[in-house]
Every structure is written in C-alpha cells, then in structure tokens.
C-alpha cells in the first residue's frame, strides 16, 4: 500500500532500458537479503536532568547536544537559551546516539519532581527501545559490454524502518547515491523505498546505508568477472573512478581519487600471498579461496544539501595556557586527543599546556551533529585555522604589558566549493573543510582582552634562568615567535629539520633575538632572520645569556641585568 511506506525516494540517469536492449549486453542479476544489526555499544543510554532557576540542565550520552537542545526546546516549549545539553564521554556511539531516546524523559520527570533525575537504560532494554541498522532487501541487475565497461544498473532497494521515520530517509538517500559503488556507470536507475511496520526502529549505523549497497553491487561484479572471464581486479580496474569523472550520485569527481591505487596495491599483495600456499591446496577437503571488493564513503552530511560545519575559539592566557573550546564530542575514538594534537603541532606548543572543552550546548558553538566522519575532517580543520590566525594576530599586534590574555574574536565562515553535477553545471552549496569562529562578547581592542585581572607573572619569586632556558617561555615560545616559514622557534630549528629555502639564524641571533630591548633594536626584521613576538619581557624569563648556573648567585645578577636594561622596566615581580 502506498501509506505503508515512510519514504520514497530514487535517481535516475541515462537510458537503461534501451541499454537491456542491445544485443551485446551481458547481463547480471543479484538478489541480497541484509539483516538487521544492533550496535551493542559498551554504554548503554542514559540521561541526568535536573532544573534550577527557571533553566533545566540535562547531561546525555549524545552525538548530537544541539539537536537535543532544540528538539527538548519544543517538548519542553521553553526556549533554547533555557536549556543546556552536555555530552558527556561516550561510551560508543556509531550512529545510535544520534538519534534522542532519554533525554526528554529525564528533563520533564525533573522539571516534575523537582529533583534531578537519572534513567538508563539495562542491556535489553537498550536494544528494544533504541535504533538499529536497518535490514534491506535489494535487488541489483548490471549489464556490461564484453570487453569488460559498465554499460547499466538497474537497482531496487527495499529497507525495513521499523514504526517511525527517524533516519530512515537519510541512510535511504546515501545509499541511493552510493549504490553503484566507486564506479562509472552511464545509465542509472535506482528506486528505493522504505516500509512502516512494527519492527524495531532503524537507525543511523557506520556506513549509513552505504554498507548494504556495497555488499550487492560487489558481489554483482564478482560474479560479472567470472561471467566475462576476467580477473576480479581488471573488472574494476577498468571502470574505477577518476579525477574528473562522475558519481552514480552525480557528483563531479575533482581530485583524491585513489583507486587505480588502492586496486593495484590490493592485488599485488594478494599474489604475493599466494605464492606463500602454492602447490598446497586443494588439500583434502580443504580449499583455499580469495576475494576483492572495492567502495567508498562520504565525508560529511552534505550531499551538496546540508551544511558541513566545525568550530574554534581559542584563549591564550598570561600563564602560557591555550583554552580551545571546540565543537563535537568524543565516543571514545580520541576527538578531544586529535583537536589538542593539531593545536600543538601548529602552534608547537607542548600538549600539556591545552586545555580543550568539548559537548557543552551552553560553552561550544552550535554546529551539526558529531556524524559520518565530520569531526576531524571539519573540526580539526577549524582548530587549524583558529591556530593560523592565532599566530598572525601575535605576529600584527603583540600583546602590552599589563594583558591578561589573548582571546580570538575574529569571525570566519564556512568554505564553500561548487558542486558540480554531470555537464559541469552546478549550484553554490556549503560544503566541507569549515571554520566558524564567534564573537564572545565583551570589550574588545584589537584582538585582546583588556583590563581584566592583574598582569600575568611568569616569573617565579626569586628565581630566573636565561630565557632560552626558561620552562614557561619554552613552553608557550611557539605561540608568540613565528618566522616567514611558519616554524614557530626562538632559536631556529637543527639543521636537519630545517626546510628547504629556510635560513639559518645568524650566529649573533641568539643574543639580538629575545627580549624588548632586541625588538626596540630592531622593529623590522628582514627576511630570513626570526621576529620575536614579544607577550611581556618580564614574563618570559631573563634575556641575559650569561646568567651562572647557581640559583643563589644567579637572582641578584639578573636583577641588576634587568635594572641596567631600559627594555625591560619594571624588572621582576619577587
């Protein structure tokens, strides 16, 4: 019946049914049945709500905080400022927690007992109440021409949603769109549909629909190649994607296209696996079998449709500690170690001086939900560029003494590249590697935070070492020192990591590189040499390079030091 579907949907490219008519078509018919599959995550789901002056907090197991948030906003019909979802450490989510289960229930059962409110779920609960992958039913026919090309496919897909929609339109769609694999294919014809019935409801799960499309169309072509008499990696060698060809889904294919690689790799490691069991088999009643497949998946919600966004804020405070605030969640695959990474690598700061804060609706920036592999990909590269305009905001305006810290206000926005479809025509859409970076509010001047707490004091009482030996100047130096390179050092790097066209500091850089008085020197560096980008002199240790080694003699000759330089006024806070 027409009102038992909860979606319909499909595409169509070419002719198919003129291609069935040829004469030389060599046909390929396949049917699979694909069950369904729980996710079994390690954590259950669960929720905390509780309210308190007019607002409700819940704390949730979620991939998706913001979503959460709006969607409780409705039940709830308060307004989202009202509201605030944490994420807390996932325990697993692959695609289940992206979907709401407790989080409405744990926030009214709060808001009516006054009391906060824990519920979780046991193991079978979990399984009956939550999504699972959605089983399909799919029939594939392919027709290729006899020397091995691609001519059609003509595809069915029939998934089982269970009662409600939910994502079932979403995993229907990408499947449709992936259903002829990383291949060309000229003529297309794809319907999928998707039924209500009373099974358990489907879901968001790894691969998104792609996984059962994959399964059908490779074993089509496992069987086409024996049909054809041609190896398994020629077949689809032969009709692999490229850069500058075109997607089942349409897509305009313009660069990373590895797969003749991947093909080619595959296949030499598996004949230098054989030979390892040649003249063994077959053994008895024992055989010995191999296979190949090929596919692909997206990166990202988008489609050419949905926007795929990230978002960084960084602190830099008077201490040397860098504050990012980033938006995502981690299940348990390490995001929160991946965004610290990236800022340490670009901005060579040690790993232990970021502090990172993620899943919090009240702190974060809103963005999509923590899906299809979006995190690093649009994430990290937002803590990128935060961390690139970090380093050119010290370099054009360093910080005066008496700031407490740098906060990054500048807003960016999200790239967009053209999606072009077959013909080159296309349309701007929003699409991957994103930076979305807000205003905090507040007074601002030129980038940085002003009169707000006392002055940074980086020195310890009674203590000083020589600047370049200093552990909080060598632990920040590589967020306030950048050369033309974007090597971020107060020495120079060793010879053997030197890049190519990269000079050397000069053997008197050492002693004119450090310090307010080196920069009063000599304001415009030229090329080649390292402009040091100065926080506040006193806070980086003493520029002196003649200290003595003992603690005891060395305090009193860095204060005459710092006494005799006009550079450096105010000398030390002990």
């Known amino acids: 019946k027409a009102d038992s579907y909860i979606v319909r949907t499909g595409r169509e490219t070419g002719d198919v049914e003129k291609c069935k008519a040829e004469a030389e078509i060599v046909k390929v018919r396949v049917s699979k049945d694909i069950q369904p599959q729980d996710h079994v995550c390690m954590e259950p789901v669960s929720a905390i709500g509780y309210a308190k002056d007019g607002r409700v907090t819940v704390y949730a197991c979620t991939q998706a905080p913001f979503e959460v948030r709006r969607m409780l906003a409705k039940n709830l019909a308060m307004d989202e400022e009202n509201i605030r979802v944490v994420a807390t450490p996932l325990g697993g989510g692959f695609g289940k927690k992206c979907d709401s289960f407790l989080e409405a229930p744990a926030a009214v059962a709060a808001l009516c007992c006054d009391k906060p409110v824990k519920v979780t779920l046991t193991r079978q609960e979990d399984m009956i109440v939550t999504t699972r992958r959605h089983g399909y039913h799919m029939d594939y026919e392919i027709g290729f021409s006899k020397d091995g090309r691609f001519r059609?496919?003509?595809?069915?897909?029939?998934?089982?949603?269970?009662?409600?929609?939910?994502?079932?339109?979403?995993?229907?769609?990408?499947?449709?769109?992936?259903?002829?694999?990383?291949?060309?294919?000229?003529?297309?014809?794809?319907?999928?549909?998707?039924?209500?019935?009373?099974?358990?409801?489907?879901?968001?799960?790894?691969?998104?629909?792609?996984?059962?499309?994959?399964?059908?169309?490779?074993?089509?072509?496992?069987?086409?190649?024996?049909?054809?008499?041609?190896?398994?990696?020629?077949?689809?060698?032969?009709?692999?994607?490229?850069?500058?060809?075109?997607?089942?889904?349409?897509?305009?294919?313009?660069?990373?296209?590895?797969?003749?690689?991947?093909?080619?790799?595959?296949?030499?490691?598996?004949?230098?696996a054989l030979r390892e069991y040649e003249g063994q088999y077959p053994n008895g009643t024992k055989v010995l079998g191999w296979g190949v497949a090929s596919g692909f998946k997206n990166s990202g919600i988008g489609k050419g449709i949905f926007i795929d966004d990230g978002a960084c804020r960084l602190t830099l405070d008077g201490d040397g500690k860098l504050h990012m605030i980033v938006s995502g969640t981690d299940m348990g695959q390490g995001f929160r170690t991946a965004m610290v990474q990236i800022a340490a690598e670009t901005l060579r700061m040690d790993m232990k001086d970021i502090d990172i804060v993620i899943g919090d609706t009240d702190i974060t920036i809103p963005t999509g939900e923590s899906v299809s592999e979006r995190q690093t990909l649009c994430d990290g590269r937002a803590v990128y560029e935060a961390c690139r305009l970090l380093q050119k905001e010290l370099e054009e305006n360093p910080p005066q003494p008496g700031e407490s810290g740098i906060l990054l206000p500048r807003a960016g926005v999200l790239r967009h590249r053209k999606f072009q479809g077959r013909g080159g025509e296309g349309r701007k859409v929003p699409q991957l590697p994103g930076l979305r970076l807000r205003n905090a509010g507040g007074d601002r001047r030129g980038g940085y935070r002003h009169g707000q707490g006392k002055a940074p004091q980086g020195h310890r009482r009674a203590r000083c070492r020589p600047r370049d030996q200093s552990a909080h100047y060598r632990r920040t130096d590589a967020g306030q020192r950048i050369d033309g390179t974007g090597i971020c050092a107060h020495r120079g790097p060793p010879d053997k990591k030197r890049l190519p066209g990269q000079k050397a500091l000069r053997a008197d850089g050492a002693s004119e590189g450090g310090g307010h008085a080196a920069l009063q020197a000599h304001p415009h560096r030229r090329p080649g040499t390292y402009r040091a980008l100065r926080r506040e002199g006193r806070e980086r240790g003493c520029h002196c390079a003649d200290h003595p080694g003992d603690f005891e003699r060395r305090f009193p000759r860095c204060r005459r030091a710092h006494q005799q330089s006009p550079g450096l006024a105010g000398g030390h806070s002990g």
């Open 152 to 272: 059609y496919l003509d595809s069915f897909m029939f998934s089982d949603g269970g009662p409600y929609e939910a994502e079932s339109y979403g995993t229907l769609m990408t499947g449709c769109l992936m259903s002829g694999g990383p291949y060309i294919i000229p003529n297309v014809r794809v319907d999928a549909r998707c039924i209500r019935d009373n099974n358990l409801q489907g879901g968001a799960f790894r691969g998104y629909g792609i996984n059962q499309a994959a399964i059908s169309i490779e074993t089509a072509l496992d069987e086409m190649a024996e049909k054809l008499g041609i190896d398994p990696f020629e077949l689809r060698r032969r009709n692999a994607v490229y850069p500058g060809s075109c997607s089942v889904g349409g897509e305009l294919l313009e660069s990373s296209m590895g797969m003749h690689d991947t093909i080619d790799l595959c296949e030499k490691a598996v004949r230098e």
